[in-house]
């Protein structure tokens, strides 16, 4: 018997979908379901590389991992990563398909629907149930025709839909009312209730606004979700970052992550605010400061990015305090920008056939047409400088990069030991000679705690600080406490009937 489904779909991007389905996932999980998180379409710069090798939104992965299981390119088999140019990369099951204008790609879209049936009904064969998250909103009357993710999905799965909307924002009984008028009749009788999210205030003063909803529309209010921030979980978009808060007092180390203009897995950087430091991320040299630590984070579009740096003047803002003694570390596609020169010889990625690098390292990157994704098991190689006392420690994580990037005279910084495919034996990254600036192509440094740990007191060790110990949960406590949250304010009773026709437990 296939999977029950459950929808959750939104009034617009970011009114928190992902992470409610990411909620359910372990709800359901911890009440004894196997269950599974699919997204038809995904556009994010956030991503995650699968055991297969294949790439998916990484919020896909964080559900799975609530879930309890494995993540698969069939959770979110079209991935969109939008470009320089106006252009996106088109991932379909993991691997790179095209590379098209928006225009070209709703075209296109529609081909894609047969690869999304069958990746959703792998997945009802395979679980109990799966739980389905939308994208932007089902009421963009001018896509509907090419819809892959929404309504469509909804109906091929017949899944009954839940609609959240974010309060935060403002007007979000306009918004949910509003959805509602632009959909057809079949589309509405989908919708089984509504969840109002990040809600901050006394319940009761919004009382009013519930029993009109519910009055106006004849669907429940099934729950609403306070603001929280305590709980630290990968976010989909950067739109995150405009709303995170600007006190950053609570950290005695200063981080300086570069806000790059198609900045890419900026959660690589959530575990640094668990272990005290103030992350803050900067778009302009003028919020540089003086910080202990200056990180350029992954890209979608490294030369274009590095571009825009160069013309904003934080290229050379970072050259300075890099000069100065201030330590930089490149994840991504910023190791390629701290070498001395990307050639794209071939316009892999950009226009542009050459472009200097900050030269912080002595590197040069070549992008080709291929495409590395992997999962990596490795070790630390180096013990100088950031590295200083850390050789041998073993981290995990993940490589989604176009290009290859080589050194004469630089030291490695890390040993690959394992991949999927088996054992492996290659160096990653490199430190410079006095060991202050540091590149590496794994993403999730940050997030193996003995690193991380170690690293920042080193850091902590050059300012004349006390070591602090590791102060980081886990991801399970933080999707449970997810749960718990979800559970306290969601009527999960009537969710488990509109999911399964009938209450549990």
Do not use: W
């Not at 963009?140 to 974010?166: C, F, Q, S, T, Y």
């Not at 979980?233 to 739109?239: F, G, L, P, T």
């Not at 000069?323 to 010889?345: A, E, F, N, W």
């Amino acid at each position: 018997m296939p999977a029950k489904t459950l929808m959750i779909q939104g009034t617009a991007s970011s009114v928190g979908k992902s992470i409610i389905v990411a909620a359910l996932c372990r709800v359901f999980r911890q009440d004894g379901f196997h269950v599974a998180p699919f997204k038809a379409q995904n556009m994010a710069l956030n991503s995650f590389v699968t055991s297969e090798g294949g790439e998916i939104g990484r919020a896909q992965a964080v559900q799975a991992e609530a879930a309890g299981i494995e993540p698969s390119v069939h959770m979110n088999p079209v991935l969109l990563k939008p470009e320089a140019d106006a252009r996106s990369q088109v991932i379909v099951l993991g691997k790179v398909a095209e590379n098209l204008a928006a225009s070209q790609y709703y075209e296109y879209a529609p081909h894609l629907l047969r690869i999304v049936e069958d990746s959703l009904n792998r997945l009802r064969s395979a679980y109990d149930i799966v739980v389905i998250e939308g994208a932007g909103s089902p009421a963009e009357i001018n896509l509907k025709e090419r819809d892959i993710v929404n309504m469509r999905v909804a109906r091929i799965a017949g899944a009954p839909v839940l609609l959240v909307g974010d309060i935060d924002r403002g007007g979000v009984f306009a918004s949910l009312i509003g959805t509602l008028e632009l959909l057809t009749e079949e589309e509405r009788n989908l919708i089984k209730g509504f969840i109002i999210n990040k809600f901050r205030g006394d319940l009761g003063l919004l009382r009013p606004g519930l029993d009109l909803l519910e009055k106006h529309t004849g669907k429940p209010v099934l729950g609403v979700i306070p603001y929280f921030r305590g709980i630290a979980i990968a976010q989909e978009d950067s739109v995150y970052l405009d709303e995170r808060p600007t006190d950053l007092t609570n950290g005695n180390v200063d981080v300086a992550v570069i806000r790059l203009p198609h900045i890419s897995n900026y959660d690589d950087f959530d575990p640094l605010e668990e272990q005290g430091c103030a992350v803050r991320y900067v778009a302009d040299a003028s919020q540089l400061g003086n910080p202990d630590l200056i990180i350029l984070p992954g890209t979608k579009s490294t030369i274009a990015d590095l571009i825009h740096l160069q013309q904003q003047g934080l290229a050379q803002a970072i050259i300075h305090r890099a000069k100065s003694g201030v330590p930089v570390i490149g994840i991504c596609g910023g190791y390629q920008m701290l070498g001395k020169s990307i050639d794209d010889p071939d316009r892999v990625e950009s226009k542009e056939g050459n472009v200097t690098g900050l030269g912080l390292l002595d590197n040069k990157t070549v992008f080709d047409h291929a495409k590395t994704t992997t999962q990596v098991k490795a070790r630390v190689s180096a013990d100088d400088g950031l590295l200083k006392g850390m050789k041998g420690i073993d981290i995990a994580g993940y490589e989604i990069h176009m290009g290859q990037t080589s050194s004469q005279d630089c030291l490695p910084a890390f040993q690959v030991m394992e991949t999927p495919q088996g054992k492996a034996d290659y160096f990653d990254g490199t430190i410079s000679g006095d060991g202050r600036i540091l590149g590496t192509y794994i993403h999730g440094l940050f997030h193996n705690s003995a690193f991380t740990h170690a690293f920042l007191n080193g850091l902590r060790q050059r300012r004349g600080l006390s070591a602090a110990p590791a102060t980081s949960i886990s991801s399970q406590e933080r999707y449970d406490k997810l749960a718990n949250m979800i559970r306290q304010n969601l009527d999960m009773p009537q969710v488990y009937k509109i999911t399964l026709g009938s209450t549990h437990g």
